[in-house]
């Protein structure tokens, strides 16, 4: 028995664990805004606009986005130089739960300011609303809708690179993953920030040295009771991945750290 269904969520997960899920939604905000609302977070050397909000369509409805625009300055330069700016898609992190696109302002805005580059950060769906593999179905349909728009845009969809922190460093794997099964258009980069690429793994092999955590076992737990409720294969990555930034940052308080030092060694 799931009991009671709640509305807006996935029927597969547990109320329980949907109820866990919103309440952490709920806490994030307000953590968000004193954590990320220093202007020591702000590294961009250039005014960047404010961004603009589209929406893209995916196979699971459309996507509010945000766009980041460089400088008319740099997209001077780079049509000065006969081609027009490329294309980062950040995807967002926030344990699958989470959805503040906003949490990834500094960051976009320093692309934008430094590269020169659009700078593109989806609204994904997220837990306890959907599960998987609906986020990594969206992520890929907005990296696809990116890289066919190059032109409508402004941007050059023939370089699309892709990126996140955490859950998004997985999408961003998994954006590479579809386009290498698809045979379809591939990024031409990947980053991926203390990404978590395999959550199959037993929690002791995550363990932390420190009493806190970043992510502790409690969260990991709440991600598999939510959006991996019915996921038991283990992930494969498939060979011949694009050219990928894996950030391990030598951060020992992050339970995924020690899987990342082995993927980046691999």
């Not at 899920?21 to 404010?50: C, D, G, H, N, V």
């Not at 509010?64 to 950040?90: C, D, E, F």
Request: include cysteine.
């Amino acid at each position: 028995m799931r009991g009671p269904p709640m509305l807006g969520n996935d029927p597969q997960i547990h109320w329980r664990a949907a109820l866990s899920a919103r309440t952490f939604q709920l806490l994030f905000r307000p953590m968000f805004r004193l954590r990320y609302s220093s202007p020591e977070l702000q590294f961009a050397t250039k005014k960047i606009a404010k961004p603009a909000r589209i929406t893209i369509p995916t196979r699971h409805g459309k996507l509010k986005t945000l766009v980041y625009a460089p400088t008319p300055q740099h997209i001077a330069a780079w049509h000065a130089s006969g081609r027009r700016p490329p294309v980062h898609l950040i995807i967002h992190g926030g344990a699958f739960i989470v959805r503040v696109p906003q949490q990834e302002d500094n960051v976009a805005r320093y692309l934008a300011s430094e590269i020169g580059c659009y700078v593109v950060i989806p609204d994904y769906d997220t837990a306890p609303k959907v599960r998987f593999p609906v986020s990594e179905e969206q992520t890929y349909d907005v990296f696809r809708w990116i890289h066919g728009n190059g032109e409508a845009r402004g941007w050059d969809g023939e370089r699309v690179s892709v990126g996140g922190p955490s859950a998004g460093g997985k999408f961003a794997l998994s954006v590479a993953q579809q386009a290498i099964d698809e045979g379809g258009y591939e990024p031409v980069a990947i980053s991926a920030e203390f990404g978590a690429a395999d959550i199959s793994r037993p929690d002791s092999t995550r363990a932390s040295a420190k009493p806190n955590p970043v992510v502790p076992p409690q969260m990991m737990d709440l991600v598999r009771r939510t959006y991996f409720v019915l996921r038991r294969r283990r992930p494969h990555l498939a060979a011949g991945l694009p050219g990928a930034l894996r950030a391990a940052c030598g951060i020992p308080a992050h339970p995924h750290h020690d899987r990342r030092v082995r993927h980046a060694a691999a």
